[in-house]
């Protein structure tokens, strides 16, 4: 498994953890600070971030947030 696969697995379990739902916006420092703790660089978690923005899952908000627009796989 990649580096990247590993990011992209801690990014969607702590998204499922803080129980996000389609429309739901959540700060982005409460999902990079853990995973930053957890060992993941900032480059890490925005490159699966932007993957994510990419496949519509989710969009980056105003205000430093995140928007999820469709359910998580």
Known sequence: MSRFEVAEAAVTEKLRALKLKPEMTINLFDL???LNAAGFSQEEIIAV???LEQD???EFAPGNR???LKRLP
């Open 32 to 34: 990079g600070v853990p």
């Open 49 to 51: 971030l932007y993957a």
């Open 56 to 58: 519509k899952l989710l």
């Open 66 to 68: 995140l928007r999820l």
